[in-house]
């Protein structure tokens, strides 16, 4: 049974991670929308991607050492809430906004962590 927990703390903020940071990335798709030319798109495509990239680098350190996931993770959702409060958006939308990006990030965070705790017993 023991094995069994285990194997769910290991693999659950690691599939977590790889969705949300294919969500990340299809949020880039908006800039197909602006009817841009090839190269702009390109260009807006990349910087979109910018977060998931980091996200990507950040999963495959995360990998082996589970405290830099979930220090990074909850930091990037820490950070993702500043943002919105800095940015001057009303405060419900930002409440929302952050339940869909900022909670998964907290989410994955913790579990890492979790993972790590459970590792070093």
Partial sequence: M??????FIYWTP???SIIFIIFLA??????????????????GMLMHNIPALIMLIVLFISWRYE????????????????LLVQGG???YL???????????AFLIGILFLVNWFKKRQ
Wanted: hydrophobic residues 60%; proline residues 2%.
């Fill in 2 to 7: 023991g094995k069994e927990i285990n194997k």
């Fill in 67 to 82: 405290i830099v996931g979930g220090i990074t993770f909850l930091l990037a959702g820490l950070a993702y809430i500043i």
């Fill in 89 to 91: 958006i009303a405060w």
């Fill in 14 to 16: 690691r599939i977590l």
């Fill in 26 to 43: 299809l949020m880039s798709l908006d800039v197909i929308a602006l009817n841009l030319s090839l190269k702009e798109t390109i260009i």
């Fill in 94 to 104: 930002a409440l929302s906004w952050s339940l869909i990006i900022a909670g998964p």
